[in-house]
């Protein structure tokens, strides 16, 4: 069972130390206008943030009681693999048939999320580390919530950094590059903070 500072060392880990976009760099693999588009970075991180958690919410059984208990472990990543598009898939359906309006806005940051390796890597991570359920939902929710944050907050810098007054030789890819490096840099500080 978890205990209460267990959990919130999960979170807080999740949302700073192990930041899927900026550490990891597992997250950044969403589509160019997310981290142009303060509106757009929250759409996709919303879109992340449900399929992290559905994805460790179906792979922590898999991995417990398939793929561990018959000495498959070594085909997680296979598994996890083909677990997480398949997801998308049937969430971007019931969206479709449910709720249209919703899946009209949200169906191209869903189809861009199918290939993001922050899915994957949070069903990996919750597996190797042995998280309990818990753990593992607390994980997968705390760390899409911090990919949104920093998605946006990248998203939100790019106006700032963009202006004229940044040399020429800055302007575009090498600023962006600078300012996301400095994000990176300022997580770095809460290294060391996972209590799990």
């Known amino acids: 069972m978890d205990t209460t500072l267990e959990l919130m060392g999960v979170a807080l880990a999740a949302l700073l130390s192990e930041n899927m976009v900026l550490v990891t760099c597992m997250g950044i693999g969403t589509h160019q206008r997310s981290f142009q588009e303060p509106r757009e970075a929250i759409r996709t991180g919303a879109c992340l943030t449900v399929v992290m958690v559905l994805g460790v919410l179906f792979a922590w059984p898999l991995d417990l009681l398939v793929l561990s208990r018959s000495g498959l472990s070594q085909f997680r990543v296979l598994a996890f693999s ?61 760390g899409g919530i911090g990919a949104t944050l920093a998605l946006a907050s990248f998203a939100s810098l790019q106006n700032e950094v963009d202006l004229d007054r940044c040399p020429k030789s800055f302007q575009g890819v090498p600023i962006q590059l600078i300012t996301a490096g400095l994000m990176a840099m300022a997580l770095v500080g809460y290294h060391g903070l996972y209590l799990g």
């Not at 449910?98 to 940051?109: A, G, Q, T, W």
């Not at 999320?113 to 818990?134: D, E, F, H, K, M």
């Not at 753990?135 to 997968?140: D, G, K, R």
Request: glycine share 6%.
């Open 82 to 142: 083909l677990l997480i598009p398949g997801l998308v898939a049937l969430l971007r359906r019931f969206l479709q048939m449910c709720i249209p309006e919703l899946s009209r806005r949200m169906d191209s940051n869903l189809s861009s999320i199918s290939t993001n390796c922050a899915a994957l890597g949070a069903a990996l991570l919750v597996s190797q580390r042995s998280y309990g359920l818990g753990s593992a939902l607390i994980f997968a929710l705390c």
